[in-house]
């Protein structure tokens, strides 16, 4: 598993030993062919909303082509180029019956995006992204869970907050301003997500103080904005989104104890002007952006301490 520094063995560890390629790739893989252009290429990325693709001749696997390739072939203005000329050839495959802890150790040791997935004929049966990883792990837990009657989760729950994929999963929450009712409950929904990732304790407690402060934040100060969490093997990255009002002077913003709260706000123990320092302390990195009038953007970064493992 990586550079797991001999933590325990967490739950998706052992999983990543007993589930399959075949059990967690993607079937329905989009192709391309040597000769389409990087121009056409750019529309089959944009359509399928993908970061790239196997490249097929008369069926046989002949290369992949990526984001990263088009973009290359962008900057020089190489849009008429094919892909055939662009690809790399050199193509790492995993087989759809190998174990999928050997596939994260694949994306540990090379950094592909993606390998494509062939059975032991050759021939390609799937491609397999992180994102698959994380998906296949996270149904698997929800079978577990259910096996050992721990309904911390409704069954469908978990897929529905999953907004976006690639090689991180990512989750989303609306905040809604004003409503104390519903305050909070994006970062405890937040942390029971990643409880059921099996991200370390120390590291959820982190994440939910962050986030409970950002999403207060949020509450009481803007008309509401977006939680969104992405969860990367090594890292919780978390941004609080919202379009005002905006704060004016971002250092004193970060002054401890400096609040605009109003009385009331005051009377439900809030505003004591620690909220923004609190983030920063249990957060590796933190960058705040406000515009007044535009909205305010806060992101922050909290390691894992999981090296390239799960
Ligand atoms: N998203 C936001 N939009 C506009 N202003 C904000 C936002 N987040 C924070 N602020 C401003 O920054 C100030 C400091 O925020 P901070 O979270 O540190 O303390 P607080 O919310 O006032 O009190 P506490 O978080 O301790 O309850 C707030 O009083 C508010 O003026
Ligand atoms: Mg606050």
Redesign the pocket.
């Known amino acids: 598993m990586g550079e797991n520094k001999g933590k325990e063995v967490t739950k998706l560890q052992e999983l990543t030993y007993e589930l399959k390629v075949s059990d967690a790739m993607t079937k329905n893989v989009v192709t391309t062919a040597p000769y389409v252009t990087m121009a056409e290429l750019r529309e089959i990325l944009r359509t399928h909303r993908i970061s790239g693709t196997p490249v097929l001749e008369n069926g046989k696997l002949v290369g992949v082509v990526s984001l990263e390739d088009l973009i290359n072939a962008l900057a020089d203005g190489e849009l008429d180029v094919t892909v055939g000329e662009k690809m790399v050839r050199d193509v790492n495959t995993l087989y759809a019956d190998e174990h999928l802890v050997h596939a994260v150790g694949q994306f540990a040791r090379f950094n592909f995006g993606r390998f494509p997935v062939i059975d032991r004929k050759g021939q390609l049966v799937g491609i397999l992204t992180q994102g698959d990883i994380m998906r296949a792990l996270l149904r698997e837990l929800e079978v577990d869970y259910h096996t050992e009657e721990i309904r911390r989760y409704r069954a469908s729950h978990i897929f529905q907050d999953i907004i976006a994929d690639e090689t991180a999963l990512v989750f989303g929450y609306h905040v809604i301003g004003k409503d104390f009712n519903a305050a909070g409950k994006a970062s405890s929904s937040l942390k029971i997500t990643l409880n059921r990732l099996g991200i370390p304790p120390p590291v959820i407690r982190r994440v939910a103080v962050a986030a409970y402060?950002a999403e207060?934040?949020?509450v009481?100060?803007?008309a509401g904005?977006e939680i969104v969490a992405e969860v990367q093997p090594d890292r919780v990255r978390i941004e609080?989104i919202?379009s005002?009002?905006?704060?004016p002077d971002i250092e004193q913003?970060?002054q401890p104890g400096?609040?605009?709260?109003p009385e009331w706000v005051r009377e439900m123990g809030?505003?004591?002007?620690?909220?923004?320092?609190?983030?920063k302390s249990c957060s590796d990195v933190m960058r705040l952006d406000?515009t007044v009038d535009v909205g305010?953007h806060?992101e922050i970064v909290i390691y894992t301490g999981e090296g390239a493992s799960l």
């Open positions: 402060e207060m934040n949020l009481i100060y803007t904005g609080a919202d005002g009002p905006g704060i913003a970060m400096y609040s605009t709260a809030f505003g004591a002007g620690m909220g923004l320092i609190n983030i406000s305010t806060l």
